[in-house]
T-cell receptor, first 115, second 113 residues
Framework: ETGVTQTPRHLVMGMTNKKSLKCEQH?????MYWYKQSAKKPLELMFV???????ENNSVPSRFSPECPNSSHLFLHLHTLQPEDSALYLC??????????????FGPGTRLTVT | SQKIEQNSEALNIQEGKTATLTCNYT??????LQWYRQDPGRGPVFLLL?????KEKRKERLKVTFDTTLKQSLFHITASQPADSATYLC????????????FGQGTELSVKP
């Protein structure tokens, strides 16, 4: 148990559906992240939020829309996805950004399948 | 182009031996480098962090080296156990400001009893 929870753990959705992934951290961290992990590929950073402000958008298509209402919660809203978006979506948190680097704590991930 | 490469093949070793995993990078000047462990179907778990001005860092049976001249980090597990079997990821913090990690593709380690 890392202190980062994600729901749902598994999601199957059609290309015309709208769904949301939820992440919650219980570690008192100020930074939260969304990553995509496809088979045989490195983790790809998608979004970074620091103190509820988006500080990184790694050229992610607009069909992925993040939301961070507070430092403990992070959502990823999905709409009109493509089959190639099927992957493991991981949420992580860490202490806030500054002049130091911090380890990241990952949730268990949501396995997304787009049909 | 910027690249991070870990051992391209899976690594199979005998229990009790030392496992050595490699992380090479090009065209980056990372201030920090981190190593994570990932088990199937689970998120990565942080293991060790090393700074650019540190040559070596140890934690129990784990040892990490960081050679900024060679642009390489080595990750060692001594007295390996079957429970060490997992995929190991290296990650570079290229900004020195925390947060933005660039991950390698990982090396799958299998320790046979």
């Amino acid at each position: 148990e890392t202190g980062v929870t994600q729901t749902p753990r598994h999601l199957v959705m059609g290309m015309t559906n709208k769904k949301s992934l939820k992440c919650e951290q219980h570690l008192g961290h100020n930074a939260m992240y969304w990553y995509k992990q496809s088979a045989k590929k490195p983790l790809e950073l998608m979004f970074v939020y620091n103190f509820k402000e988006q500080t990184e958008n790694n050229s992610v298509p607009s069909r992925f829309s993040p939301e961070c209402p507070n430092s403990s919660h992070l959502f990823l809203h999905l709409h009109t996805l493509q089959p190639e978006d099927s992957a493991l979506y991981l949420c992580a948190s860490s202490q806030g950004r500054g002049r130091e680097t911090y380890e990241q704590y990952f949730g268990p991930g949501t396995r997304l399948t787009v049909t | 182009s910027q690249k991070i490469e870990q051992n391209s093949e899976a690594l199979n070793i005998q229990e009790g031996k030392t496992a050595t995993l490699t992380c090479n990078y090009t065209n980056y000047s990372p201030a920090y480098l981190q190593w994570y462990r990932q088990d199937p179907g689970r998120g990565p778990v942080f293991l060790l962090l090393i700074r650019e001005n540190e040559k070596e860092k140890r934690k129990e049976r784990l040892k990490v080296t960081f050679d900024t001249t060679l642009k390489q980090s080595l990750f060692h597990i001594t007295a390996s156990q079957p429970a060490d079997s997992a995929t190991y990821l290296c990650a570079l913090d290229i900004t020195g400001q925390g947060g933005k990690l660039i991950f390698g593709q990982g090396t799958e380690l299998s320790v046979k009893p």
